[in-house]
T-cell receptor, first 115, second 113 residues
């Protein structure tokens, strides 16, 4: 079974802190994704990576950056956390770029609270 | 661009009731269609999928048929259980969208004993 793990289930940070959310997948997937999930807004794509060191902005990249130095690891960085970044963050991965039938495999999520 | 429209929730049913959650889509390419489920406190997981018109995906008693003529992929289950209480997301990917998926807003299902 594909396993996607996220570094923390719950995280509490202060406004202005730099925050790192880590995601690791164990199935050699090319694609990795970061989403945030908020009540009434569904899933919104923050960033997408289709290969090591390659990234693409999603729908809401402002205030976030990402890093993918190794194929299995995709990090989301909040350069200066703000209260409006309080949310559930979900990482996902999928196998083949552009195949059109790729299933996404999700981690358990990190619930981030910014005070 | 691509979009997915799901039946608004929340949906509350009694155990053993019939479930339908509607999903319609628009897509610029030829889509594959998915239903994901999110149980409380967890990430999403694939429930079922269909990759071409008239295909039926099925899993755990849930079914959905890819209807190209009506651009729909409605989720059904004949007899729901309390353990089916979750949030259900309809989604699509296309061969023109570089592996990204478009998700519906999710429908919350609560099944009461």
């Amino acid at each position: 079974d594909v396993k996607v793990t996220q570094s923390s289930r719950y995280l509490v940070k202060r406004t202005g802190e730099k925050v790192f959310l880590e995601c690791v997948q164990d199935m050699d997937h090319e694609n990795m994704f970061w989403y945030r999930q908020d009540p009434g807004l569904g899933l919104r794509l923050i960033y997408f990576s289709y290969d090591v060191k390659m990234k693409e902005k999603g729908d809401i990249p402002e205030g976030y950056s990402v890093s993918r130095e190794k194929k299995e690891r995709f990090s989301l960085i909040l350069e200066s956390a703000s209260t409006n970044q309080t949310s559930m963050y979900l990482c996902a991965s999928s196998l083949v770029q552009g195949a059109g039938s790729d299933t996404q495999y999700f981690g358990p999520g990190t619930r981030l609270t910014v005070l | 661009g691509d979009s997915v429209t799901q039946m608004e929730g929340p949906v509350t049913l009694s155990e053993e009731a019939f479930l339908t959650i509607n999903c319609t889509y628009t897509a610029t390419g030829y889509p594959s269609l998915f239903w994901y489920v999110q149980y409380p406190g967890e990430g999403l997981q694939l429930l079922l999928k269909a990759t071409k018109a008239d295909d039926k995906g099925s899993n755990k008693g849930f079914e959905a048929t890819y209807r190209k003529e009506t651009t729909s992929f409605h989720l059904e289950k004949g007899s729901v259980q309390v353990s089916d209480s979750a949030v259900y997301f309809c989604a699509l990917t296309t061969n023109t969208n570089a592996g990204k998926s478009t998700f519906g807003d999710g429908t919350t299902l609560t099944v009461k004993p």
